[in-house]
Nanobody
Framework: VQLQASGGGLVQAGDSLRLSCTAS????????MAWFRQAPGKEREFVAA????????YNADSVKGRFMISRDNAKNTVYLQMNSLKPEDTAVYYC???????????????????WGQGTLVTVSS
C-alpha cells in the first residue's frame, strides 16, 4: 500500500485549504483512512478519520467545526477540507490507512501501518 499526499502550502489565518491523499494497493473493504499532523517540536497527533463505508467521521476536538474529512472510494482518495485556519494548525500533515482497525483505536498512530510522506501546511498570522 502506498499513499501520496498533496495540497499543503502557505496560507493566512482564516483561509481554507484542502489536502488530498491517494492510496494505491488497498484491497480490503473495511479500511480506515486518517489524517495526523505534527507541529514543530511536538508529537504527532490525530486529526480525523473516516471508514470506507463513510458511515461516520471522527475528528480531534481541536479541529471540530473547522476541518472535514471525506473520501472518494472510486478514486481511493481521502480529503481534508480545512477552514478557518489558525497559526496553531501549522504542521506537517500525514495521511495514513489501515485495512484492519478497531474503532476504539482509530486515534492511535500505531493502529495505522501505512503512511504517506506528509505535506506541510503553514498558517501565518
Amino acid at each position: 500500500v502506498q499513499l501520496q499526499a498533496s495540497g499543503g502550502g502557505l496560507v493566512q489565518a482564516g483561509d481554507s485549504l484542502r489536502l488530498s491523499c491517494t492510496a494505491s494497493g488497498l484491497s480490503g473493504s473495511r479500511d480506515y483512512m486518517a489524517w495526523f499532523r505534527q507541529a514543530p517540536g511536538k508529537e504527532r497527533e490525530f486529526v480525523a478519520a473516516i471508514p470506507r463505508t463513510r458511515s461516520s467521521t471522527y475528528n480531534a476536538d481541536s479541529v471540530k467545526g473547522r476541518f472535514m474529512i471525506s473520501r472518494d472510494n472510486a478514486k481511493n482518495t481521502v480529503y481534508l477540507q480545512m477552514n478557518s485556519l489558525k497559526p496553531e494548525d501549522t504542521a506537517v500533515y500525514y495521511c495514513a490507512t489501515s485495512e484492519r482497525l478497531i474503532t476504539s483505536s482509530l486515534r492511535l498512530q500505531n493502529a495505522y501501518p501505512y503512511w504517506g510522506q506528509g505535506t506541510l501546511v503553514t498558517v501565518s498570522s
